[in-house]
């Protein structure tokens, strides 16, 4: 199973919680200071490479799901102004080549853990690894589970938030529930869905299906190091509020030699 969004890609952007928006600052800040190209993982519909690239900087957009480059594109197509400085790649975080390098690497809002193949996993910090340059960072953020995950982390349907689009005047409604935990391979598969009411009062429910590995902080610090990268900086939300928190964030170099 892929996360694609194949379904709902068109209803991405309507989610305005604070994970969606709180980390912009954040990577516009290391993109000044690495001050060269950036490469994101998980781009999606362009949430955060739009942000980059109004700042003056050149963002290769790599994803593997159509449907958000689709929308991705359909937003840059109203900013031309854009358009030179924005590479789309459609393409898996777990195994691409670009043949080019890169001054920050960054795969927000926890993309990273839509690999969960362990195999895939080391393949994927081994691309990162080859595409940063010699001072480039990379940065990873994936969410920091419960102290114990167990068949406890199940739960049935439940309102995530529910808003009207402004733009459109759909009311919508998303849900979410999670069913199943491989707690041998830490792989969890949430389930999420949007119930839209248009303004001529029509209904319509759209589904799409994930599966996310989850890390442990020294989990994922072992398997980054495994890859020939180091942790110089942690923190567990945007504002560098240190472990242990909501999130885990690690900003990340090539080790030296």
Aim: glycine share 4%; hydrophobic share 40%; net charge negative.
């Amino acid at each position: 199973m892929k996360n694609t969004f194949s379904n709902s890609a068109w209803l991405y952007d309507v989610d305005n919680r604070d994970n969606l928006s709180a980390d912009i600052p954040f990577y516009l800040e290391f993109a000044r200071k690495q001050n060269g190209d950036v490469l994101e993982l998980g781009c999606g519909t362009g949430r955060v490479a739009l942000k980059l690239t109004a700042e003056g900087f050149r963002v290769t957009a790599l994803d593997l799901s159509q449907q958000m480059l689709d929308m991705f594109r359909k937003k840059l197509s109203a900013k031309p102004e854009l358009s030179d400085k924005i590479s789309l790649v459609h393409g898996d975080m777990s195994n691409f080549c670009l043949d080019r390098k890169f001054a920050m690497i960054i795969a927000p809002f926890r993309a990273f853990q839509a690999v969960t193949d362990a195999k895939d996993i080391d393949n994927a910090l081994t691309c990162i690894r080859e595409h940063l340059n010699n001072d480039g960072i990379f940065i990873v953020n994936v969410f920091n589970p419960h102290p114990v995950m167990d068949q406890s982390w199940c739960y049935d349907e439940i309102i995530q938030w529910e808003r009207l689009d402004e733009n459109t005047g759909n009311y919508i409604v998303k849900k979410h529930w999670g069913d199943k935990i491989d707690i041998e391979n830490q792989v969890i598969y949430p389930h999420f869905a949007f119930e839209v009411t248009y303004p001529d009062g029509k209904k319509q429910r759209i589904v799409d299906d994930l599966k996310l590995k989850y890390y442990y902080k020294d989990q994922l610090r072992a398997v980054i190091e495994k890859a020939g990268m180091e942790i110089t900086e942690r923190y567990s939300w945007y504002d560098k509020t240190p472990l242990d928190g909501r999130e885990i964030i690690y900003v990340c170099r090539r080790k030296r030699i």
